[in-house]
Nanobody, 124 residues
Framework: HVQLVESGGGSVQAGGSLRLSCAAS????????MGWFRQAPGKEREGVAA????????YYANPVKDRFTISEDIALNTVYLQINSLKPEDTALYYC??????????????????WGQGTQVTVS
């Protein structure tokens, strides 16, 4: 299976920036869809960005596409989520996930098979 290890979360004031990291290991494909999701207390998990690894296309949810950037380091098998101009409503537990087959990249959470443990982002 694919193992995902997240880092980079923290507490920051509104207007600040964070870069989240997700390192993938295990039985990875040369190209696979990896996504970032977030979940706030009392709310459903929602996708924010996704990318085809190996230099493929990136996708963004409309509410965040002007502030969030997903990228990758192919050599490190790691994807990143750069978040700028943070707002209090960005506060959530952020997860990375991997899709090995099937669904459309940027699709709903159930189409992703492997998940990280999440990293907390708190904006005040």
């Amino acid at each position: 299976h694919v193992q995902l290890v997240e880092s980079g979360g923290g507490s920051v004031q509104a207007g600040g920036s964070l870069r989240l990291s997700c390192a993938a290991s295990g039985h990875t494909d040369s190209s696979m869809c990896m996504g970032w999701f977030r979940q706030a207390p009392g709310k459903e998990r929602e996708g924010v960005a996704a990318i085809w690894t190996g230099g493929g296309n990136a996708y963004y949810a409309n509410p965040v596409k002007d502030r969030f950037t997903i990228s990758e380091d192919i050599a490190l098998n790691t994807v990143y989520l750069q978040i700028n101009s943070l707002k209090p409503e960005d506060t959530a537990l952020y997860y990375c996930a991997a899709m090995t087959d099937g669904g459309v990249c940027g699709g709903p959470p159930f189409e992703y098979k492997f998940w990280g443990q999440g990293t907390q982002v708190t904006v005040s």
